[in-house]
């Protein structure tokens, strides 16, 4: 048994050591919240249609997070602005948007069309110094569908920033977001503005 004791006691202060790590781990987690850019879409007509835009629970809750050191961890909540963001391009491309919240199987719409949004990913590469290139990517996917779910129009569109990172590993953050939303957004009311699928079925 008095062997054991050093054994027992080292364990002890292992396990001791790793909640102490883990602890700190564990708070040093940033949240950068970041404005949602400011856009504006102009230049084509609007389709002549009753939207409904779903902005479901995933979409919502959309974040980038992961490790930029050893011991912290960068989180970037990203679901209201996208909220925000669709919901504003939706108003600017149809005449008439009502929004919903939907996770499961939706009732039949008759009369309009249905608007589904979904963030496919959303990636940051981090370089091996702060004067690496750093690239900020979000890709999403675009549905419109008939009130009764059959599929109108899809688009898989691309917003993307690469910049030199700088010893402002938040503002660089934050610039880079910001372009790579803003570029997503507007090829995404570009496509969709100018879909000749979404325009047949807008003026039936």
């Known amino acids: 048994m008095e062997a054991l004791r050093p054994i027992t006691s080292r364990l002890a202060r292992t396990a001791a050591a790793l909640v102490i790590v883990g602890t700190c781990l564990c708070a040093c987690t940033s949240v950068w919240n970041f404005p949602p850019p400011s856009l504006r879409y102009e230049g084509r007509p609007k389709h002549p249609a009753t939207a409904v835009l779903i902005l479901g629970p995933e979409l919502r809750a959309a974040r980038w997070e992961a490790m930029i050191s050893p011991v912290d961890r960068a989180q970037i909540p990203l679901g209201d602005t996208l909220a925000q963001e669709c919901e504003e391009l939706a108003r600017a491309t149809f005449e008439r948007v009502e929004v919903a919240d939907m996770s499961g199987p939706r009732a039949d719409l008759p009369g309009r069309l249905v608007l589904i949004p979904r963030l496919v990913s959303v990636n940051r590469t981090q370089p091996a110094t702060i004067f690496g290139t750093q690239t900020t990517?979000?890709?999403?996917?675009?549905?419109?569908?008939?009130?009764?779910?059959?599929?109108?129009?899809?688009?898989?569109?691309?917003?993307?920033?690469?910049?030199?990172?700088?010893?402002?590993?938040?503002?660089?953050?934050?610039?880079?977001?910001?372009?790579?939303?803003?570029?997503?957004?507007?090829?995404?009311?570009?496509?969709?503005?100018?879909?000749?699928?979404?325009?047949?079925?807008?003026?039936?």
Do not use: C, H, N, P
């Open 137 to 204: 990517t979000i890709i999403m996917e675009w549905k419109v569908e008939t009130g009764a779910g059959r599929l109108i129009w899809v688009k898989t569109v691309l917003g993307e920033d690469s910049r030199q990172m700088t010893s402002d590993v938040k503002g660089s953050a934050a610039e880079q977001v910001e372009s790579a939303l803003t570029r997503l957004y507007q090829s995404s009311f570009e496509a969709l503005s100018s879909s000749s699928e979404v325009a047949r079925a807008s003026s039936r």
